[in-house]
């Protein structure tokens, strides 16, 4: 089975007064690193792509412009482009004038860096007027809908040349809506991929945001790479699996 290894960027900085709020979620030592400013516990990525670099992994980084400053991260993420990474865009939708909202963020990632291929719309907001758009905009691949509302595991075709990547596994989900403590997320992550093998998919799409690397929940994404690592998956990127299919 192949696995496609993704993250969307929703932040990249807090306060402290943020962070002592949700203490609960982080290690003692974090949060000392946090108090007297040794490391910002928010912005990860190069955590991130230490750990993927260690098994020989790429993945996907969703990043949006809109949602904080980019040029606060440009440096890194051109850097990572250059290594194997793919970058594409985090689309924040809102509904008045969406379509122009869409050009505006589009045309200054790709202003900055390089073009959208793919998008993965923030909170997962996602029907087919956005497909549409997205279609008409030039991009191949959406990454928006959960396989429980796909109903498919597997990557497909929404249309001629436009491929919908279905997401397995999101940590917001795990923890944010189930509840799940460590424990029983990992388990539950593990019925989740065994289940997909089981009903035989050839692809299987997993998404931790990189702000939670350091939390309780999102520091089982070292341990996923490690049960990736030793199952002998394929670990794959968004636009190799869009490009790999719409050229088949």
């Given amino acids: 089975m192949k696995v496609i290894l993704t993250h969307d960027i929703d932040?990249?900085?807090?306060?402290?007064?943020?962070?002592?709020?949700?203490?609960?979620?982080?290690?003692i030592k974090d949060?000392?690193?946090?108090?007297?400013?040794?490391?910002?516990?928010?912005?990860?990525?190069?955590?991130?792509?230490?750990?993927e670099d260690k098994y020989g992994f790429r993945s996907t980084f969703f990043v949006p412009t809109t949602l904080f400053n980019l040029f606060d991260i440009i440096d890194i993420l051109k850097r990572i482009?250059?290594?194997?990474?793919?970058?594409?865009?985090?689309y924040v939708y809102e509904s008045i004038q969406p379509?122009?909202?869409?050009?505006?963020?589009?045309?200054f990632f790709e202003k900055n860096l390089g073009k959208v291929l793919g998008v993965r719309t923030h909170m997962l907001i996602i029907n087919e007027a956005l497909i549409k758009l997205f279609k008409n905009e030039g991009l191949i691949?959406?990454?928006?809908?959960?396989?429980?509302?796909?109903?498919?595991?597997?990557?497909?075709?929404?249309?001629?040349?436009?491929?919908?990547?279905p997401?397995?596994?999101?940590d917001a989900d795990l923890f944010g809506r189930l509840k799940l403590n460590e424990k029983d997320a990992w388990k539950y992550i593990l019925w989740k991929i065994?289940?997909?093998?089981?009903e035989n998919a050839e692809y299987f799409t997993i998404l931790f945001h990189q702000e939670s690397y350091r939390m309780k929940?999102?520091?089982?994404?070292?341990?996923?790479?490690?049960f990736i690592a030793e199952r002998g998956y394929e670990s794959m990127r968004c636009i190799d699996t869009a490009t790999f299919l719409i050229r088949r």
Avoid at 81 to 89: A, D
Avoid at 99 to 107: P, S, T
Avoid at 141 to 165: G, L, M, Q
Avoid at 194 to 198: D, L, N
């Fill in 11 to 27: 932040s990249i900085s807090k306060p402290f007064k943020h962070i002592w709020a949700r203490r609960r979620r982080f290690s």
């Fill in 81 to 90: 482009i250059k290594e194997g990474w793919e970058v594409q865009l985090h």
């Fill in 99 to 107: 379509e122009g909202l869409f050009r505006m963020q589009k045309n």
């Fill in 167 to 170: 997401i397995g596994i999101m």
């Fill in 141 to 165: 691949y959406d990454s928006s809908y959960r396989i429980e509302t796909a109903r498919r595991y597997d990557p497909f075709f929404i249309d001629e040349n436009f491929v919908e990547i």
């Fill in 217 to 226: 929940g999102g520091r089982l994404y070292k341990d996923l790479l490690k």
């Fill in 194 to 198: 065994r289940k997909a093998e089981e």
């Fill in 31 to 51: 949060l000392f690193l946090a108090a007297f400013r040794l490391k910002n516990i928010y912005n990860n990525i190069e955590d991130v792509i230490a750990i």
